[in-house]
């Protein structure tokens, strides 16, 4: 159900022609009735913004927060594509306006691929009527599938609010260390709210979710996370609507980072006794995109001189006296020196899935976790010949 | 020859037995005659700073910068050893200089390798006369082989100053993101020189060459480089002996991109028109470090839309419509859009392994270009277990 399982809302997905395998790529997010209602997104702050992020910025604001719908496609980002690109994002949003009969600016636009390639606009915009015909409330499941890349799974979640639900789906495999928004994720709500409120929840929501996932230290071009409410269960807390949508962008970050291009483990990286938060998550960040840590844990090796390395390096206030690091809650050093430890529980960990490494300075009672993954010879097969 | 090309040194390698392998791990260069001479250093910057780089220090301002060798060893770092690791690089050098008769302030010392782990110090002491033993005007290569870690080649260079010589070794192939010093390296000159005139040199010497290499952005906690001048050759002009040792230092740091872990392009990295040189430094090197622009050059792939992107997300000044970026030479994107180029020189130059590749910001007149290599397989297998 994901984006359809909020009272009020439809959903559809199918190919159009736009990914060379055949594969669906166009995929629709829409009120049931056709009604506007209120919606609000962040975006990337990357500057080579992408032309789905200006139109549907511009959108927003010239509608004042009221949407309809959310067209999305795969397979092109269009990005760097000059006048072009914005008169081809306009072209899919004015396409599916007059197949609802709306006003332009009461859709959005999202898309997602290959950077610097013009959109095949029309074989888009031909697919457009067909996407639009088939919506329907099971059609969540095809939308989340349409947005897919390099994703090997699609990523859907429902975060039952009590009283109201928030429903979601999302796409991103690389180029993920979001920056005030994620890949693209589109967000769907039967709680009533206005366009602040629900802007305020993503904010709250993406804080600690997408915004603190890092796959490979590369900020998207088109991040985009759209969130809109159809209000048919009445108004609700603003606190339990952000504590939903955080709950759903929590599950939609991490079921990303299990799906990271060829990463072979999903990795809790927390620093912990830093002099403030924020010196926590520069560490983290530093360590979660460190190469040689990486390969390390693809390794399954608990090689923490690398990670004290990093931490020594990468300008926060550090003390070799006062670092420990422990992998899966299991000291192996402190004082930046080697402990006797439990090694079979250690290596037992760093075989797992899912690998808790919590390096502590010692300064402090800053603290921070970035979700990350290893870096594996799929990955590089996966980036290495794309254009 | 290399570091016993300049008149008054010698130089020596030997397998004393720290690395298991049986390969050589004990280099020494000194003054050929035992006295002791003008030397200065730059180190790391990483707060997790390895012992011998603290010892070397230490020992640098007892001595006001008089040395009589240097002890270097591969195979263990003697980084995050604590007390201990102090003790162990005191000892390295109190060996050499009770082989030679001099102060023990007057040796330098000098560790690569794993990071971590207790230093093998009996073998090493134990190994020391022999080493001492053999020194030559001949040794040069031994001591530039024993040195290596993961490097496939040793890295010398000679330059002729005109009327003087500057020699030096070098070894790094990975943890290389040096910040004011690099991976180890020895020079030596026969110039006359006070140490703050050898300091000024190697200052200005790596700012151009070790400081702007970047193989994986990771800055190594033994980063070192030494310059001893004998003085055999007479004073020198200052800028004379700055241009040599910039020289020597430029030979060694594109040495070691060469032989960069994995490696298969050696890189160059430019941005033009920044606002600032600091700006294009930043954009540079940030472009250098993103793992999908490297998958890219190891795929031979003139993907510019991720070093657009990379660009657009690294917090510099920039606008897509005044971006270009070109593949030796040749101009692929202006506005940030694809233009018509000639591709056939396109897909040969990213055949090679040298690759220019120039992104113009369009800015200002700031530049800077950035030493760096593709992401392999092979950079991976080298990295996922070695504690």
Known sequence: MSVTAAAGFVAAGIAAGIKASGNPDLSLVATADGSAVAAAGVFTRNKMTAAPVIVTRSHLESSAGQAVAVVLNSGNANAATGEQGLADAEAMCAAVATELDVAVDQILVCSTGLIGIPMPIDVIVAGVPALVAVRSVDGAQDAATAIMTTDTRAKQVVIDGGGFTVGGMAKGAAMLSPN?????????????????????????????????????????????????????????????????????????????????????????????????????????????????????????????????????????????????????????????????HDSATVVAHMAGRNLEIVADLGQGTGRATILTNDLTHAYIDENMGTS
Chains 1, 2 share one sequence.
């Open 180 to 340: 005030m928004a994620t890949m693209l994720a589109v967000l769907t709500t039967d709680a009533e709210a206005t366009p602040e409120q629900l802007k305020a929840a993503l904010v709250h929501g993406v804080a600690e979710s997408f915004n603190v996932l890092d796959v490979d230290g590369c900020t998207s071009t088109n991040d985009t996370v759209l969130l809109l409410a159809s209000g048919l269960a009445g108004p609700v807390d603003q606190a339990a609507l952000e504590s939903a949508v955080a709950d759903a962008c929590a599950s939609l970050a991490f079921q990303m980072c299990s799906d990271a291009e060829g990463a072979t483990k999903v990795v809790r990286m927390t620093v912990t006794g830093a002099a403030t938060d924020a010196e926590a998550l520069v560490g983290a960040r530093y360590v979660s995109r460190s190469n040689l840590v990486k390969c390390s844990w693809y390794g399954c090796d608990p090689y923490w001189g690398r990670i004290a390395s990093d931490l020594g390096s990468c300008g926060i206030e550090f003390d070799p006296d006062t670092l420990s690091v422990s992998y899966g809650g299991v000291t192996v050093c402190r004082a930046a020196v080697d402990v006797d």
